[in-house]
């Protein structure tokens, strides 16, 4: 034999001569004959056999490192070669693990040809292994035509197999993907949230919990809003007041009129007085989180100037409210932005009305009623305006190409705006006309459709109406958020779990502003100067602020506002103290009824046991503040046990968070036919991301206090006594389920390094340059 690949006019003369023995597959026999004779010449029909012939051995194959990316990829090389005046596509394979053994495959007329040989004398290592026999095209043909439409995949499995198809459950889902009318049933994780669990969240939450369920008492869908007043009402106090709102629409109405001189010189001089680039550092962000339970979680942060982050200088975000909802249906968002409407309406000052800047958005359209409902702007990221142009309208190239048009370009050391940088719908048509002709049709078709959009939530001029001097916005806020809460959820959670570490990581970013304000955060500073400031004035300030009165703040002891306050102050001030009755006690557990659930009695339980007072409703609440349940009993306790009580707080330490991704994390749902990936958001990495922990628990202000240097609770939503009241209603059909969800790998780059280069001089090499490293 010629113990290399075979030029065209060569294998014309092997199939004159009917060298080529007629199978239908390579079997154990014919491998046995090759190892023999070190040839063998086969062919099959085409309509039965794939594009390579499956012999066993292993003619491509691709290893990835741990970190996701390619150690090496092993493949066939595909040349073209010219038979009987026609051009036939030929590949040439090499084994990887026996590199002397190759194969040449080519397909002609009605059958696949393939040419065994070796190009030196080595041993030939035959599998002993049976052939894994692969579903022929007259059967992938007859399961895609006959078997899977209207049909689940496993019903459809059970036809094929009693037909006398052997095919496995993968092999079905694969083929499923092209067909459109195949029923699928519910994938991935099943739900773990129960009804009886549910049920019990109902009676904690009854005024903002909805679920429903089917006749078999299965649920079917559930939604749950928590919005945290006092978050909300910092934020409130940092947004602009109306008046100052109206000056600068009357202020930007004179720039959008003015010549463009005046415009940039204006644009300028106000920048400088505002070197962030925002004149109101209130901004409203919304996102949508994925993998954190059997649920999608929707978290509402604010931005506000009260509170600084100590390493980037920059504007603290607080987390205002978060929704748990097992679909995407818009009534959802509706529901949850008109719950934090009636928040803010509550919580605005009367004589002082605020104005919210901004929304920023992601660009999804059930988040459009946010900005809607709340009366606000919209703002859209541009970030995800890139990402949506990139995955659904025309691909990474063209985007590259087209983003300098969109967002400008800096030319001979000089900005030029782009598309979007105007101020007027004229001038968005005339630069549009202009470019047309040099990006992607489809994109110049996207503009086209989506020009009012763009010009109220993406142009220069809405975004200088919402307080943005330069053109560039992005929702960075939520996704570095939404890093810091899958440290905490670091898995799939039931609703009941979910919502207890939602809440730990809401507080423990409130309990960083708190504590910011008495001097007690080494990550957070308070904007407003207390240096020489009495007491009093303190009180004033923090009021200014959006903060509750002294009596509800986690005070430090260093500040000495402490020992203003008893115990008994304590309890009298509390005003949900008066509502709280002792029932009984039994095995160190009080029994106590609390009637401030809107005239609903419940009972809580308190337990004291060593040398601790914990609320079971509560949970922990120290070193942020004490619940009205615990302060109860404290007042019943000898100075003695209280002073053990605060020894013990003293002791204890939190556990510092680690700031990184888990392996699922950032990966999102399918909704699409079959099992195919769906688009990852865009990630971007920021630097400045602080911690959120406190190491040490606050210490008595002297070795010998009591606990009158504690503080009592804050009014709201940090106390679980106090939480908003929720119920249960019923809403939609559909069962609470969760897709499984996989990693886009699209545009990948390849720079290949040959393992095995063929010599490109002469066409007679035996290497196939199958082998490469990327």
């Not at 100590?310 to 607080?318: D, I």
């Not at 929720?726 to 720079?751: A, E, I, N, W």
Request: glycine residues 4%.
């Amino acid at each position: 034999m010629y113990g290399r690949y075979l030029k065209g006019h060569e294998i014309e003369e092997l199939i004159s001569e009917n060298k080529f023995s007629e199978a239908e597959e390579v079997d154990l026999a014919h491998l046995l004959k090759f190892k023999n004779e070190r040839s063998l010449l086969i062919k099959i029909p085409s309509r039965i056999c794939e594009k390579n012939p499956v012999d066993n051995f292993v003619w491509s194959k691709t290893k990835k490192n741990q970190d996701g990316t390619v150690a090496f990829r092993h493949q066939p090389r595909y040349m073209k070669i010219e038979l009987f005046g026609t051009s036939v596509q030929s590949l040439k394979c090499t084994d990887l693990n026996d590199i002397f053994v190759h194969k040449q495959v080519f397909e002609y007329l009605d059958y696949t040809y393939s040419i065994y040989f070796t190009s030196s004398s080595g041993e030939i290592h035959i599998c002993d292994a049976p052939i894994r026999k692969r579903l022929d095209k007259l059967e992938k043909e007859h399961i895609k035509t006959s078997i899977l439409p209207m049909r689940s995949i496993t019903h459809a499995l059970k036809v094929a197999n009693s037909s006398g198809i052997r095919v496995t459950r993968k092999q079905m889902a694969n083929m499923a993907r092209g067909v459109e009318n195949v029923v699928y049933a519910k994938t991935g994780p099943r739900s773990k949230t129960s009804m009886v669990m549910v049920r019990e969240l109902a009676l904690a939450y009854p005024d903002t919990l909805w679920f429903q369920h089917d006749n078999n008492n299965l649920l079917t869908d559930i939604t749950f809003v928590q919005v945290f007043e006092e978050n909300c009402k910092i934020f409130l106090h940092s947004c602009p007041t109306q008046d100052q709102w109206n000056d600068w629409q009357i202020k930007v109405d004179s720039i959008k009129n003015g010549s463009d001189d005046f415009r940039k010189s204006e644009i300028k001089r106000i920048l400088g007085q505002n070197p962030t680039g925002v004149i109101f550092p209130s901004r409203l962000n919304v996102d949508v989180t994925f993998n954190l339970g059997d649920v999608y979680v929707t978290a509402i942060l604010g931005e506000t100037k009260t509170f600084k982050t100590m390493a980037s200088k920059k504007p603290r975000v607080l987390p205002l409210a978060y929704m748990l909802h097992a679909t995407k249906s818009a009534h959802n968002h509706e529901k949850f932005a008109t719950i934090l409407k009636e928040t803010f309406d509550k919580l605005q000052i009367p004589s002082e009305p605020r104005k919210i800047p901004c929304f920023i958005l992601d660009g999804e359209v059930a988040l459009e009623n946010y900005p809607t409902i709340l009366d606000t702007a919209a703002v859209r990221c541009d970030v995800h305006l890139l990402s949506l142009l990139r995955y659904e309208y025309a691909g990474k190239r063209a985007v590259e190409v087209a983003k300098p048009y969109l967002f400008g370009k800096m030319v001979n050391g000089k900005w030029k705006t782009g598309l979007l940088g105007v101020f007027d719908e004229l001038t968005f048509q005339r630069r549009l006309k202009c470019f047309e002709s040099r990006i992607d049709p489809k994109i110049v078709d996207w503009i086209e459709k989506n020009k009012a959009m763009l010009l109220e939530s993406a142009s220069a001029i809405s975004k200088l109406r919402a307080g943005h001097l330069l053109q560039f916005s992005t929702n960075n806020a939520n996704e570095n958020f939404n890093a810091i809460i899958k440290t905490t959820v670091s898995k799939r959670f039931p609703v009941p779990e979910l919502i207890r570490r939602l809440n730990s990581v809401f507080q423990e970013k409130h309990r960083e502003c708190f504590l910011s304000a008495l001097d007690g955060s080494e990550y957070v500073y308070f904007t407003l100067d207390l240096d020489g400031l009495s007491v009093d004035d303190r009180i004033n300030a923090y009021s200014t602020a959006g903060l509750s009165s002294p009596c509800t703040l986690a005070l430090n002891p260093p500040l000495r506002l402490a020992e203003r306050f008893d115990l008994q102050k304590l309890y009298k001030e509390e005003s949900h103290c008066a509502n709280i009755q002792f029932q009984y006690e039994l095995d160190d557990t009080y029994h106590l009824l609390d009637t401030t659930r809107n005239g609903r009695d419940k009972f809580i339980h308190v337990a004291h046991k060593n040398h601790n007072v914990e609320c079971w409703n509560c949970g922990s609440t120290l070193p942020d503040f004490l619940c009205c349940h615990v302060i109860f009993v404290l007042c019943r306790l000898t100075q003695y046990e209280i002073d053990s009580y605060w020894s013990y707080q003293q002791q204890k330490t939190t556990r510092k968070q680690i700031n990184a991704f888990p392996a699922r994390s950032g990966s999102k749902i399918s909704d699409r036919i079959g099992s195919k990936n769906s688009a990852q958001n865009h990630v971007r990495k920021i630097a400045e991301i602080s911690s959120i922990t406190v190491d040490t628990a606050p210490s008595p202000s002297s070795p010998t206090s009591s606990l009158r240097s504690v503080s009592p609770p804050p009014n709201g939503s940090f106390s679980a006594s106090t939480p908003s009241a929720m119920c249960s209603t019923p809403l939609s059909s559909s069962d609470v389920s969760s897709s499984t969800s996989y990693r886009r790998k699209s545009d990948r780059s390849r720079k290949p390094i040959r393992k095995y280069t063929p010599s490109k001089r002469n066409d007679d090499s035996t290497s196939s340059g199958d082998s490469t490293v990327f």
